[in-house]
């Protein structure tokens, strides 16, 4: 595991993704990521998947210092906890 990447899900989703979603694989797995400093659990499952296949583009160096950056900002300032109606947000069940 690594400090920045795409925040590992969990194992029940591997079959789910499809080839696109399953790009976010191609780097390691990080505490926070792209689609943390963007939205966190506000995100829907196909911008959270869209913004990690990003990173996974566009890992740089500079990326990674933007990541820390901005996820502290996020973190002191409360954004993006939860997604409306749910504690953290829905269950992943696949594309529809």
Same mark, same amino acid.
């Given at each position: 595991? !690594?400090?920045?990447?795409?925040?590992? /899900? &969990?194992?029940?989703? /591997?079959? &789910?993704?499809?080839?696109?979603? +399953?790009?976010?694989?191609?780097?390691?797995? @990080? $505490?926070?990521?792209? +689609?943390?400093?963007?939205?966190?659990? !506000? /995100? !829907? #499952?196909?911008?959270?998947?869209? &913004?990690?296949? #990003?990173?996974?583009?566009?890992?740089? &160096?500079?990326?990674?210092?933007?990541?820390?950056?901005?996820? $502290?900002?996020?973190? /002191?300032?409360? *954004? @993006? $906890?939860?997604? *409306?109606?749910? +504690?953290?947000?829905?269950?992943?069940? @696949?594309?529809?």
């Amino acid at each position: 595991m !690594s400090l920045i990447g795409p925040r590992p /899900l &969990l194992v029940q989703y /591997l079959p &789910l993704y499809n080839k696109e979603q +399953a790009r976010r694989h191609e780097v390691r797995p @990080g $505490i926070s990521g792209w +689609a943390q400093c963007h939205g966190r659990n !506000s /995100l !829907s #499952w196909a911008e959270k998947f869209t &913004l990690d296949v #990003w990173y996974v583009d566009h890992c740089t &160096l500079i990326t990674d210092i933007k990541v820390i950056f901005i996820t $502290i900002k996020k973190v /002191l300032v409360r *954004e @993006g $906890i939860s997604q *409306e109606g749910n +504690a953290t947000m829905e269950p992943f069940n @696949g594309n529809n």
